[in-house]
């Protein structure tokens, strides 16, 4: 994967990438990128701190004080959340462990940012096309 990264969360329940593909795909959730597939199978469901510092290699690293929390949910919540909320095209799958939903627009196939509260309002804040982009303008924007 071209934008690699490498997070230190805690509860990650990893599968291999075909089978979260397989599952999406199954549920209503299909054409999601390769790159969002390989980033969910590896940190399904995990949660903890994080700060997007990028070492020699571009791999996000670093925890500290400073650390920004983010909860990714398991596919199965996901499946359930995004169900509830029954919006076309808008994947949530985590928050910051507060009022922000963590999302991907399958449409424009980018990564954003929304409070809870505003899904289906608002329009979300979109903060990058990769995972790491995305992690790293969270971590500076919130």
Known sequence: MENSIELDLENCNVRPVEE???YFDDNGFSGLP???LEFYAKYNGGCGFYEPNK?????L???DDEDFYISLYTIDEILQLNEDH??????????DGGGEAL????????????PFIDIGVE???YLGKTASEFLVRLYKNF
């Not at 029954?86 to 928050?95: A, M, Y």
């Open 20 to 22: 979260v593909k397989k």
């Open 34 to 36: 390769d790159e969002f």
């Open 55 to 59: 070492d020699s290699s571009g791999v």
């Open 61 to 63: 690293s670093g925890l």
């Open 86 to 95: 029954d919006i076309d095209n808008i994947l949530i799958f985590g928050s």
């Open 103 to 114: 999302g991907f627009d399958r449409e424009k196939q980018e990564y954003f940012v929304i």
């Open 123 to 125: 329009k979300p804040d």
